[in-house]
């Protein structure tokens, strides 16, 4: 069974920075596109980030734009989601997805992904 699980949400400081991973289970992500969601409160769920199976292709939703980074090592079956300068409007549930990739570029829209976590929460407060 494919299961795809997401840790080292918290609660953070506007400023602060916090890792999420992605841990798959039951398969080789090596060979899935990974994508990184972001559902803020009453909000619809958005891609922020996503990376595909060649590393160096990875996307970026302007907000998060140098200030997140998303990589893969692919040793440890984890996808990684390095959050730095987070704000407030950064507080939410975290989600990783995975899917096989459609090309060469990934995508940040949530019906390209057909394998989901179950979130990890993120609170950016002071």
């Known amino acids: 069974q494919l299961q795809l699980v997401e840790s080292g949400g918290g609660l953070v400081q506007p400023g602060g920075s916090l890792r999420l991973s992605c841990d798959a289970n039951g398969f080789t992500l090596d060979d899935y596109a990974v994508g990184w969601f972001h559902q803020a409160p009453g909000k619809d769920r958005e891609g922020i980030s996503c990376?595909?199976?060649?590393?160096?292709?990875?996307a970026y939703e302007d907000s998060v734009k140098g200030r997140f980074t998303i990589t893969r090592d692919n040793t440890k079956n984890t996808v990684y989601l390095q959050m730095n300068n987070l704000k407030p409007r950064d507080t939410g549930v975290y989600y990783c997805a995975a899917d096989f990739p459609l090309g060469d570029v990934c995508r940040l829209s949530k019906y390209d992904y057909k394998h989901w976590g179950q979130g990890t929460q993120v609170t950016v407060s002071s």
């Open positions: 990376i595909n199976t060649d590393p160096s292709m990875a």
